[in-house]
């Protein structure tokens, strides 16, 4: 049984800082390209950070969203099976329920979610 267990979110004010974190079982981690989404209210489901295996340590290639380029930082601990998001100089509009994605593109391709972790951001 495939799990992503997000952890982390929580109440924060503009300027302050968050970790995510998501924990997979029932993968072979390395395998798959680890990302962040996340959807506000009222709005289509976004991509905020990706990155690919780079081995045991700290992962491949990353890809940010514009918006969080420069604030947002993601890891992945392969020998973890743990992707993370740390989330600095956060604003308003960072507010949402950010989603891990584990996305694996060789066959046999497979696609899966996590519960989903809220982040507010006001003060």
């Known amino acids: 049984q495939v799990q992503l267990v997000e952890s982390g979110g929580g109440l924060v004010q503009p300027g302050g800082s968050l970790r995510l974190s998501c924990a997979a079982s029932g993968i072979t981690f390395p395998l798959y390209v680890m990302g962040w989404y996340r959807q506000a209210p009222g709005k289509q489901r976004e991509l905020v950070a990706s990155?690919?295996?780079?081995?045991?340590?700290?992962?491949?290639?990353?890809k940010y969203a514009d918006s969080v380029k420069g604030r947002f930082t993601i890891s992945r601990m392969d020998a973890k099976n743990t992707v993370y998001l740390q989330m600095n100089s956060l604003k308003p509009e960072d507010t949402a329920t950010y989603y891990c994605?584990?996305?694996?593109?060789?066959?046999?391709?497979?696609?899966?979610w996590g519960q989903g972790t809220q982040v507010t951001v006001s003060s």
């Open positions: 990155i690919t295996s780079g081995g045991s340590t700290s992962g491949g290639s990353t």
């Open positions: 994605n584990a996305n694996k593109r060789i066959p046999p391709y497979n696609d899966y």
